[in-house]
């Protein structure tokens, strides 16, 4: 009776172990340490229009990838996806409303996309109606056990998603404080000044800082009267 025991014991022992490397047949997963797909989260005003990075770090190499994107359409217009090319071929969603699905379909390719970055840029206009103080996230999700994401060898990759968002103010802008660190000065106007010369490129909200005057744009006269606010020739912005 023990003898036979033993062997049932043994039988039950070996079909574990060859369904444990039947199912490891059947499905790898793999992954990189801290591998991740990630949403910037950035801050805005009602009515403004912003640029959300999604991005890939870590990457250990992948053909082809389906990540759903997920944001509050009542406040968050989704109006321009700007892929980057870093990951071959894409067959993003056409409708640019939550959920919206961003692909990437490489199935002949040879080897893998492996480089890190931003993969894709979304651009959003803000409601104006947006709560003061809020964020509103943008969420990332994919479902590996589908083969939304997988490489060459047609290995399931595991990755991280972090969210991101969009914050709104929870106060309104100081006209003049160009670079947000709520005082007025010579950096402001330098800020203002270089923005002209197209040497960087102005947020919506730093234009609104940065028309001190109050009249649409942004222009050498807004950076004079920083300076003249400075040297207390005026007594306020805007």
Do not use: C
């Amino acid at each position: 009776m023990k003898k036979a025991n033993k062997g049932k014991a043994a039988i039950s022992l070996f079909l574990m172990i060859l369904l444990l490397f039947s199912s490891a047949a059947q499905i790898t997963v793999y992954s990189a340490e801290n591998a991740a797909v990630s949403a910037d989260r950035v801050k805005a005003d009602p009515g403004d229009t912003v640029d959300v990075k999604i991005s890939i770090s870590n990457n250990p190499g992948i053909v082809s990838a389906t990540i759903r994107v997920t944001f509050d359409n009542s406040v968050l217009t989704l109006l321009k996806v700007t892929d980057s090319d870093m990951l071959g071929s894409q067959a993003h969603k056409p409708e640019l409303v939550s959920p919206y699905t961003l692909a990437w379909v490489n199935d002949t390719a040879t080897s893998n996309y492996s480089d890190n970055g931003t993969i894709v840029t979304l651009t959003f206009k803000v409601s104006e109606s947006a709560e003061k103080g809020k964020l509103y996230p943008i969420e990332l999700s994919y479902d590996y056990n589908n083969y939304d994401i997988y490489d060459k060898d047609l290995n399931l990759i595991y990755f991280n998603v972090i969210a991101g968002g969009v914050d709104i103010y929870q106060s309104a802008v100081i006209i003049g404080d160009v670079n947000g660190d709520e005082k007025v000065d010579i950096t402001d106007a330098t800020l203002i000044q270089k923005a002209i010369a197209e040497l960087i490129e102005l947020s919506d909200v730093q234009k609104k800082a940065a028309d001190t005057n109050t009249d649409g744009k942004v222009d050498i006269t807004d950076a004079t009267m920083i300076q003249k606010y400075i040297a207390e020739l005026i007594d306020h912005l805007g």
